[in-house]
C-alpha cells in the first residue's frame, strides 16, 4: 500500500483518507461544538507548578527516535513549557492556518467574494485521495466550502486553491511578516523559495509560531473580530481526532490542526480548560518511525504530551485517551 508521495515539493498523504467519504462533510460541519464540563474546576493556584508540567512532557519525550519540538503556553498566567521551540520544522498541513487567516483577510478586505461561485476543474486535482478531487467538472463550489475541506479534512486539492486565492505564498508570508512571524513561511508554489521546499516541504515554521497563530485568532487579533470568530469555529471542527483531541474530554471546546509527512507528525490546539486556556504546539522531524498506523511514535508522542497538559491544566477533570480515540472500537 502506498501511503505518500511528493510531488513539486509537495507531500500528499494518503493512507489516512481511505477512512475518509464524500458523506462525511456535512457530519464534520457540525462537529467540535463546544459544552461545558460538569466537573468541578481545580483553582489555578492548587494545579502543580508549570515545573511538573515541563518535567512530565520531558519524560514523554524521552527516547524519542527524531527531533521533537514543543511549546506549550497558559494563556491565563503565561507559564509556558519551551522543547526546541524555536527550531525550524516542516509545517505539513499546520500551513493551512495561515493561508486561512490571510485568505480571511482578503475576503475582511472585500477583495475576495464570499459569494461569487467558484468553478472547479480536473486540472486542479492534486495527487491523492482529496474529498474535493472526486467532484465532477465544472462543479461549482463555494468559499466557505473550500475552507471547510481545507481546515476539517485537510484537504489539498482544496488548500491549494485556497492558497491561490489567498494571494498565493509571496501574499501569505508578506502577511506573515507583517505579523511579526519570522520563521513560519510558506514554500510550495512560492517563487524564490524553492530550496526552502526541497528542504521543508510545503511550509516551514517553530512550534512557538504555530501555537502563537491560534493565541492570536484567540485573542481576535489575527485579522479582525469578525474574520477571528469565523477562524475559530472553523478549526474547532477536525475531522482527525485520533491524536492531540483524543488525549482530551470531548465535551472540551479546542481549537487545531493536524500535520502529518512521512518522517515528521506534529500537531497544533488552543484548549479550554476549565480554569485556564491553554495553546500547545508538537512538531517533530527526521523521526525514524515512519509508518501510517496510530501506533507511530509520532501519533504517540502527540498524544501522551496532550495527556499530560490536560493533566496539569484540568487535574480534576480526568480523561482516560483511550476513550473515542484510535483504540476505538
Request: glycine share 6%; aromatic share 8%.
Amino acid at each position: 500500500m502506498t501511503f505518500s508521495c511528493r510531488d513539486r515539493g509537495e507531500f500528499v498523504l494518503l493512507g489516512r483518507w481511505r477512512r475518509v467519504l464524500p458523506t462525511l462533510l456535512g457530519l464534520v460541519l457540525v462537529a467540535g461544538c463546544a459544552s461545558v464540563s460538569s466537573e468541578t474546576p481545580t483553582p489555578v493556584s492548587m494545579r502543580p507548578s508549570i515545573a511538573s508540567l515541563r518535567g512530565a512532557i520531558e519524560r514523554d519525550v524521552a527516547g524519542f527516535d527524531g527531533v521533537v519540538g514543543v511549546y506549550v503556553r497558559d494563556l491565563t498566567t503565561g507559564d509556558e513549557v519551551a522543547i526546541r521551540a524555536d527550531e525550524t520544522f516542516p509545517t505539513a498541513s499546520l500551513v493551512k492556518v495561515p493561508i486561512l487567516l490571510k485568505l480571511l483577510q482578503r475576503v475582511d478586505a472585500k477583495e475576495v467574494s464570499w459569494t461569487e461561485p467558484l468553478v472547479y476543474t480536473k486540472a486542479r486535482l492534486y495527487p491523492g485521495e482529496d474529498l474535493l478531487a472526486r467532484f465532477e467538472d465544472k462543479q461549482k463550489v463555494a468559499l466557505h466550502e473550500l475552507i471547510a475541506l481545507m481546515e476539517s479534512l485537510s484537504d489539498n486539492t482544496a488548500s491549494l486553491w485556497c492558497q491561490e486565492i489567498a494571494g498565493g505564498g509571496i501574499a501569505i508570508n508578506a502577511w506573515l511578516s507583517e505579523k511579526g512571524f519570522s520563521s513560519t513561511r510558506v514554500n510550495s508554489r512560492t517563487p524564490g523559495r524553492e530550496k526552502d521546499r526541497e528542504a521543508w516541504g510545503w511550509g516551514q515554521t517553530t512550534p512557538r509560531e504555530m501555537a502563537e497563530l491560534l493565541a492570536l485568532v484567540r485573542a481576535r487579533k489575527a485579522v479582525s473580530a469578525g474574520a477571528d470568530a469565523y477562524a475559530e469555529r472553523v478549526l474547532s471542527r477536525s475531522w482527525w481526532t485520533d491524536e492531540a483531541l483524543s488525549s482530551l474530554p470531548p465535551h472540551v471546546h479546542a481549537m487545531s490542526k493536524q500535520g502529518a509527512v512521512n518522517a515528521s507528525r506534529s500537531e497544533v490546539v488552543l484548549v479550554d480548560a476549565p480554569t485556564a486556556a491553554f495553546v500547545l504546539c508538537v512538531i517533530t522531524k527526521k523521526q525514524k518511525d515512519q509508518s501510517w498506523e496510530p501506533g507511530n511514535a509520532g501519533f504517540r508522542l502527540v498524544r501522551a504530551v496532550t495527556a499530560s497538559c490536560w493533566a496539569h491544566f484540568a487535574p480534576s477533570d480526568p480523561h482516560p485517551p483511550a476513550l473515542g480515540g484510535p483504540t476505538w472500537p
